[in-house]
Protein backbone atom coordinates (compact mmCIF):
# COMPACT_ATOMS: atom_id res chain seq x y z
CA UNK A 1 0.00 0.00 0.00
CA UNK A 2 1.13 3.55 -0.81
CA UNK A 3 1.78 5.77 2.07
CA UNK A 4 0.28 9.59 2.22
CA UNK A 5 1.14 12.38 4.23
CA UNK A 6 -1.23 15.18 4.17
CA UNK A 7 -0.37 18.39 4.47
CA UNK A 8 -2.75 21.22 5.30
CA UNK A 9 -1.67 24.86 6.12
CA UNK A 10 -4.39 26.85 8.74
CA UNK A 11 -5.38 29.94 10.25
CA UNK A 12 -8.78 30.49 11.83
CA UNK A 13 -10.51 27.52 9.59
CA UNK A 14 -12.84 26.32 12.31
CA UNK A 15 -15.47 26.36 9.94
CA UNK A 16 -13.69 24.03 7.84
CA UNK A 17 -10.74 21.79 8.61
CA UNK A 18 -13.25 19.55 10.42
CA UNK A 19 -14.87 18.48 7.31
CA UNK A 20 -11.28 18.25 5.56
CA UNK A 21 -10.10 16.24 8.05
CA UNK A 22 -12.76 13.98 8.06
CA UNK A 23 -12.61 13.73 4.38
CA UNK A 24 -8.77 12.51 4.78
CA UNK A 25 -9.72 9.33 6.77
CA UNK A 26 -8.50 5.90 5.36
CA UNK A 27 -7.18 7.96 2.63
CA UNK A 28 -4.18 9.52 4.32
CA UNK A 29 -1.35 8.20 6.68
CA UNK A 30 -0.63 11.06 8.09
CA UNK A 31 -1.78 14.25 8.78
CA UNK A 32 0.62 17.31 9.29
CA UNK A 33 -1.31 20.53 9.89
CA UNK A 34 1.07 23.87 10.25
CA UNK A 35 -0.74 27.02 11.50
CA UNK A 36 0.11 30.34 11.53
CA UNK A 37 -1.47 31.71 14.52
CA UNK A 38 -5.19 30.66 14.44
CA UNK A 39 -6.80 32.32 17.73
CA UNK A 40 -10.39 30.73 16.84
CA UNK A 41 -10.80 26.68 17.45
CA UNK A 42 -8.93 25.31 14.70
CA UNK A 43 -6.08 24.14 17.03
CA UNK A 44 -8.43 22.46 19.60
CA UNK A 45 -10.50 20.21 16.12
CA UNK A 46 -7.18 19.51 14.56
CA UNK A 47 -5.86 17.89 17.81
CA UNK A 48 -9.46 15.90 18.46
CA UNK A 49 -9.18 14.32 14.79
CA UNK A 50 -5.55 13.35 16.12
CA UNK A 51 -3.33 15.28 13.19
CA UNK A 52 -0.12 16.69 13.93
CA UNK A 53 -0.16 20.03 14.61
CA UNK A 54 2.18 22.56 14.26
CA UNK A 55 2.66 26.19 14.92
CA UNK A 56 4.79 27.72 12.09
CA UNK A 57 4.88 32.28 12.03
CA UNK A 58 3.32 33.14 8.33
CA UNK A 59 5.45 32.71 5.49
CA UNK A 60 3.44 33.71 2.92
CA UNK A 61 1.34 31.23 0.56
CA UNK A 62 4.47 29.71 -0.78
CA UNK A 63 6.98 29.65 2.02
CA UNK A 64 3.71 28.14 4.13
CA UNK A 65 3.62 25.23 2.09
CA UNK A 66 7.04 24.20 1.58
CA UNK A 67 7.64 24.47 5.35
CA UNK A 68 4.49 21.94 6.07
CA UNK A 69 5.97 20.24 2.93
CA UNK A 70 9.40 19.30 4.72
CA UNK A 71 7.23 17.71 7.35
CA UNK A 72 6.50 15.34 5.82
CA UNK A 73 7.28 11.81 5.96
CA UNK A 74 5.15 9.14 3.58
CA UNK A 75 6.08 7.90 0.15
CA UNK A 76 3.56 10.72 -1.14
CA UNK A 77 2.57 14.36 -0.19
CA UNK A 78 -0.78 15.39 -0.81
CA UNK A 79 -2.03 19.04 -0.35
CA UNK A 80 -5.34 19.62 0.40
CA UNK A 81 -6.94 23.18 2.07
CA UNK A 82 -8.44 23.46 4.61
CA UNK A 83 -12.18 24.43 2.87
CA UNK A 84 -11.73 21.57 0.61
CA UNK A 85 -13.03 18.00 0.94
CA UNK A 86 -13.12 14.79 -1.52
CA UNK A 87 -16.09 14.14 -3.13
CA UNK A 88 -17.14 10.58 -2.98
CA UNK A 89 -16.44 9.68 -7.06
CA UNK A 90 -12.85 10.94 -6.14
CA UNK A 91 -12.17 9.56 -2.57
CA UNK A 92 -12.86 6.30 -4.15
CA UNK A 93 -10.40 6.69 -6.58
CA UNK A 94 -7.65 7.93 -4.24
CA UNK A 95 -8.74 4.58 -2.21
CA UNK A 96 -7.81 2.70 -5.13
CA UNK A 97 -4.49 4.75 -6.08
CA UNK A 98 -3.10 3.83 -2.97
CA UNK A 99 -2.55 0.23 -4.31
CA UNK A 100 -1.44 1.22 -7.61
CA UNK A 101 0.14 4.79 -7.53
CA UNK A 102 2.89 4.80 -10.19
CA UNK A 103 6.15 6.20 -9.69
CA UNK A 104 7.67 9.22 -11.95
CA UNK A 105 2.89 10.48 -12.33
CA UNK A 106 2.02 13.07 -10.44
CA UNK A 107 -1.85 13.37 -9.62
CA UNK A 108 -4.23 16.30 -10.44
CA UNK A 109 -7.60 16.92 -9.46
CA UNK A 110 -10.82 18.40 -10.75
CA UNK A 111 -11.88 21.13 -8.59
CA UNK A 112 -15.29 22.22 -8.04
CA UNK A 113 -15.67 25.42 -6.67
CA UNK A 114 -18.67 26.70 -4.21
CA UNK A 115 -19.36 30.20 -3.97
CA UNK A 116 -22.07 31.51 -1.53
CA UNK A 117 -23.66 27.70 -1.36
CA UNK A 118 -23.66 27.53 -5.21
CA UNK A 119 -21.82 24.80 -7.18
CA UNK A 120 -19.89 26.86 -9.93
CA UNK A 121 -19.67 24.71 -13.40
CA UNK A 122 -18.60 27.62 -15.69
CA UNK A 123 -17.31 31.20 -15.19
CA UNK A 124 -13.99 29.50 -16.18
CA UNK A 125 -14.04 27.75 -12.84
CA UNK A 126 -14.38 24.29 -13.72
CA UNK A 127 -12.76 21.59 -13.80
CA UNK A 128 -10.05 24.07 -12.27
CA UNK A 129 -7.58 21.39 -12.36
CA UNK A 130 -4.88 21.39 -9.10
CA UNK A 131 -1.64 19.07 -8.59
CA UNK A 132 -2.71 18.08 -5.28
CA UNK A 133 -0.39 14.51 -5.31
CA UNK A 134 3.33 13.90 -5.82
CA UNK A 135 6.33 11.68 -4.50
CA UNK A 136 7.33 13.33 -1.19
CA UNK A 137 10.43 15.78 -1.65
CA UNK A 138 10.24 16.20 -5.58
CA UNK A 139 8.28 19.88 -5.65
CA UNK A 140 8.18 23.40 -4.35
CA UNK A 141 5.49 25.96 -4.64
CA UNK A 142 6.40 28.95 -5.59
CA UNK A 143 4.51 32.52 -6.28
CA UNK A 144 3.07 34.85 -3.80
CA UNK A 145 -0.60 34.51 -4.73
CA UNK A 146 -1.82 31.70 -6.96
CA UNK A 147 1.23 29.69 -5.88
CA UNK A 148 2.52 26.76 -8.38
CA UNK A 149 4.47 23.76 -7.97
CA UNK A 150 7.57 22.78 -9.62
CA UNK A 151 9.33 19.34 -9.90
CA UNK A 152 12.88 18.73 -9.50
CA UNK A 153 12.52 15.90 -12.60
CA UNK A 154 10.12 15.21 -15.42
CA UNK A 155 7.19 13.34 -14.32
CA UNK A 156 3.98 12.24 -15.98
CA UNK A 157 0.71 13.92 -14.89
CA UNK A 158 -2.73 11.99 -14.75
CA UNK A 159 -5.96 13.39 -13.49
CA UNK A 160 -8.28 11.35 -11.24
CA UNK A 161 -11.73 10.24 -11.53
CA UNK A 162 -13.86 12.76 -9.00
CA UNK A 163 -14.05 16.41 -8.19
CA UNK A 164 -11.83 17.95 -5.44
CA UNK A 165 -15.22 20.23 -3.63
CA UNK A 166 -13.76 23.43 -2.67
CA UNK A 167 -15.76 25.84 -0.41
CA UNK A 168 -14.37 28.77 -1.61
CA UNK A 169 -16.33 31.95 -0.47
CA UNK A 170 -19.38 32.05 1.97
CA UNK A 171 -20.88 35.59 1.74
CA UNK A 172 -20.52 38.33 -0.76
CA UNK A 173 -18.34 40.36 1.64
CA UNK A 174 -16.13 37.60 2.30
CA UNK A 175 -15.65 37.45 -1.87
CA UNK A 176 -14.78 40.78 -2.24
CA UNK A 177 -12.32 41.69 0.43
CA UNK A 178 -10.42 38.62 -0.57
CA UNK A 179 -10.35 39.83 -4.31
CA UNK A 180 -9.30 42.93 -3.01
CA UNK A 181 -6.36 41.22 -1.23
CA UNK A 182 -5.21 38.83 -3.55
CA UNK A 183 -5.65 41.64 -6.30
CA UNK A 184 -2.55 43.36 -4.55
CA UNK A 185 -0.62 40.77 -3.69
CA UNK A 186 -0.89 39.57 -7.48
CA UNK A 187 -0.03 43.20 -8.22
CA UNK A 188 2.79 43.42 -6.34
CA UNK A 189 4.61 40.18 -7.70
CA UNK A 190 3.50 41.60 -11.12
CA UNK A 191 5.58 44.88 -10.16
CA UNK A 192 8.84 41.92 -8.82
CA UNK A 193 8.68 40.60 -11.86
CA UNK A 194 8.84 43.74 -14.15
CA UNK A 195 5.89 43.63 -15.90
CA UNK A 196 4.01 46.99 -16.82
CA UNK A 197 0.57 47.76 -17.95
CA UNK A 198 -0.71 51.23 -19.79
CA UNK A 199 -3.42 53.54 -18.37
CA UNK A 200 -6.13 51.53 -20.56
CA UNK A 201 -5.60 47.99 -18.88
CA UNK A 202 -7.91 49.15 -15.45
CA UNK A 203 -10.36 49.60 -17.88
CA UNK A 204 -10.38 47.27 -20.82
CA UNK A 205 -9.17 44.17 -19.26
CA UNK A 206 -12.19 44.09 -16.40
CA UNK A 207 -14.52 44.25 -19.46
CA UNK A 208 -12.80 41.67 -21.53
CA UNK A 209 -12.56 39.70 -18.25
CA UNK A 210 -16.12 39.42 -17.46
CA UNK A 211 -17.29 38.90 -21.59
CA UNK A 212 -14.99 36.30 -21.43
CA UNK A 213 -16.18 34.16 -18.60
CA UNK A 214 -19.81 35.32 -18.82
CA UNK A 215 -20.60 34.71 -22.46
CA UNK A 216 -17.53 32.63 -23.91
CA UNK A 217 -16.69 30.48 -20.84
CA UNK A 218 -21.21 30.22 -20.08
CA UNK A 219 -20.94 31.95 -16.64
CA UNK A 220 -24.61 32.57 -17.77
CA UNK A 221 -25.62 29.30 -17.45
CA UNK A 222 -24.76 29.23 -13.45
CA UNK A 223 -27.44 31.48 -12.90
CA UNK A 224 -27.75 34.57 -10.51
CA UNK A 225 -24.34 32.93 -9.33
CA UNK A 226 -22.14 33.13 -12.50
CA UNK A 227 -23.21 36.63 -12.96
CA UNK A 228 -22.08 37.62 -9.43
CA UNK A 229 -18.93 35.25 -10.18
CA UNK A 230 -17.92 36.69 -13.18
CA UNK A 231 -18.57 40.08 -11.79
CA UNK A 232 -16.16 39.98 -9.12
CA UNK A 233 -14.00 38.39 -11.79
CA UNK A 234 -13.89 41.14 -13.38
CA UNK A 235 -13.46 43.46 -10.08
CA UNK A 236 -10.50 41.53 -9.04
CA UNK A 237 -8.85 42.09 -12.78
CA UNK A 238 -9.91 46.02 -11.93
CA UNK A 239 -8.29 46.08 -8.55
CA UNK A 240 -4.71 44.31 -9.75
CA UNK A 241 -4.55 46.71 -13.00
CA UNK A 242 -5.12 49.46 -11.07
CA UNK A 243 -3.00 48.55 -7.96
CA UNK A 244 -0.26 47.76 -10.48
CA UNK A 245 -0.35 51.61 -12.34
CA UNK A 246 -0.14 52.97 -8.98
CA UNK A 247 2.98 51.41 -7.91
CA UNK A 248 3.93 52.40 -11.49
CA UNK A 249 3.06 56.46 -10.55
CA UNK A 250 4.90 55.88 -7.47
CA UNK A 251 8.05 54.75 -9.19
CA UNK A 252 8.05 57.51 -11.73
CA UNK A 253 7.29 60.07 -9.03
CA UNK A 254 10.90 58.68 -7.32
CA UNK A 255 12.97 58.70 -10.05
CA UNK A 256 11.99 62.38 -10.81
Known amino acids: MTTISAIIITHNEE ?17 VVVDSGSTDATEKICHEHGVRFVSHKWEGYAGQKNYANSLATKEWTLSIDADEEFSPTLRSTLLMLKKEAETDTIYAFNRLNNCCGRWIRHCG ?13 TAEWRGDVHEELTFSKEMEKRTLDGDLLHYTYNTLRDFADRQSR ?3 LSASEAYRRGKRCPWTAPIV ?3 WTFV ?3 L ?8 AAGYTVC ?3 AYYTFMKYTNLRQLMLKEEIKNQ
Open 205 to 207: RPL
Open 212 to 214: RNY
Open 15 to 31: DNIGRCLTSLQGIADEI
Open 182 to 184: YAE
Open 216 to 223: FRGGFLDG
Open 125 to 137: WYPDSKIRLWPTG
Open 231 to 233: RMS
